[in-house]
Nanobody
Framework: QVQLTETGGGLVQAGGSLSLSCAASERTFSSYLMGWFRQAPGKEREFVAAISRSGGRINYADSVKGRFAITRDNARNTVYLQMNSLKPEDTAVYYC?????????????????WGQGSQVTVSS
């Protein structure tokens, strides 16, 4: 079982930046597709970004494209999410997740293990 520990997040004004980190317990981290999702109150969990094993393929939700950046450091077993130009509608709990899938990692169903969640709040 893979354990994921998230750090980062917090409160920021609109237009500001925040970053999230997600460290995995597994030495085989490089064998996993990694993703970030978010869930706002009363809404379903939605895809934010995904990065392939080597980092060579990245996908973003249209709502964050050009503002967010997902990266990974396989030597540190860590995936990151840099969030810039934040908007109030980005407010949510953000989750990192692990997938054995060789797909694009766009759906919740592709992921097996999840982090504990990090609150991101953007004030207007």
């Amino acid at each position: 079982q893979v354990q994921l520990t998230e750090t980062g997040g917090g409160l920021v004004q609109a237009g500001g930046s925040l970053s999230l980190s997600c460290a995995a317990s597994e030495r085989t981290f490089s064998s996993y597709l990694m993703g970030w999702f978010r869930q706002a109150p009363g809404k379903e969990r939605e895809f934010v970004a995904a990065i392939s094993r080597s980092g060579g393929r990245i996908n973003y939700a249209d709502s964050v494209k050009g503002r967010f950046a997902i990266t990974r450091d396989n030597a540190r077993n860590t995936v990151y999410l840099q969030m810039n130009s934040l908007k109030p509608e980005d407010t949510a709990v953000y989750y990192c997740a692990v997938s054995h899938s060789y797909g694009f990692g766009l759906t919740v169903q592709e992921y097996e293990y999840w982090g504990q969640g990090s609150q991101v709040t953007v004030s207007s």
